[in-house]
């Protein structure tokens, strides 16, 4: 029950940051389920509700979307859970959380080294591909498929719009390979179904808050806070995986 309804808040919360940003959320949501689940069951759970949060996020943002760009990259990410599907991979708390950490790393590369652009369909599709490896690894892809707008001229809108399609793929995914275990006497035990339902609401009423934050700020407000927001929570992290080794 208490494992539940904090699955519920995290939902809402972390919810916020998704609608505001387009990633840091997703990160933080992960991470709170894998700190309360098994890391496999967590990342499914993490799918079916961020999937639902990013639908929604694509409906509210819909008229932005760029929808070339999202073409290529679909292509990228149905060959990587090809490949994947051929693997055995079992996750685990700590490569989920060394996932967790890393990843925001990428927000810090100067932007001369990347030379990506999502408009030019190989990097669209390159992007696709590891951005998804990434997502049914860690369970996030965020600051993966963001290096593919490094050189393109979007707003704030259009990226967090267009990078909501993009995520729900990864989710999809991850429902994809994971989600039988949502069906198993262990996740029944963890989050009976109607927590999960209202938490599907909450994330979606979250992202409707942080919509209304977007509007409120300029581009370069959610350029600045949205690097520093995922660089404290991928070191917080990074230090929680180094205490699983320790």
Do not use: C
Request: charged letters at 10%; proline letters at 4%; a positive charge.
């Amino acid at each position: 029950m208490q494992a539940s309804v904090l699955i519920v808040i995290a939902a809402f919360l972390t919810s916020i940051l998704s609608g505001i940003f387009g990633m840091a959320g997703g990160i933080v949501f992960m991470g709170v389920l894998t700190w309360l689940l098994p890391a496999a069951l967590a990342l499914a759970l993490h799918g079916v509700i961020q999937f639902a949060s990013n639908l929604w996020r694509f409906l509210l943002h819909r008229r932005h979307v760029v929808w070339p760009v999202l073409v290529w990259f679909a292509v990228g990410s149905a060959a990587s859970l090809g490949l994947f599907s051929l693997i055995v991979f079992a996750p685990t708390k700590f490569l989920v959380f060394l996932g967790l950490g890393l990843t925001p790393i990428l927000v810090w590369l100067p932007e001369r080294w990347i030379r990506l652009d999502a408009a030019k369909p190989l990097h669209a599709l390159g992007g696709g591909f590891v951005s998804n490896g990434v997502s049914l690894i860690s369970g996030v892809s965020g600051p993966v498929s963001d290096l593919l707008f490094v050189n393109t001229g979007l707003n704030r809108h259009q990226v967090v719009a267009t990078k909501a399609v993009m995520q729900a793929m990864g989710h999809a995914s991850k429902i994809l390979v994971y989600g039988g275990l949502l069906l198993s006497p262990a996740a029944r035990e963890a989050i009976a179904l109607p927590a999960t339902l209202i938490a599907i609401a909450a994330s979606m009423a979250g992202i409707t808050v942080g919509g209304y934050i977007l509007d409120r700020i300029s581009d370069a407000q959610f350029r600045t806070m949205r690097r520093w927001l995922v660089t404290l929570v991928g070191l917080t992290f990074l230090v929680q995986a180094a205490l699983l080794v320790l």
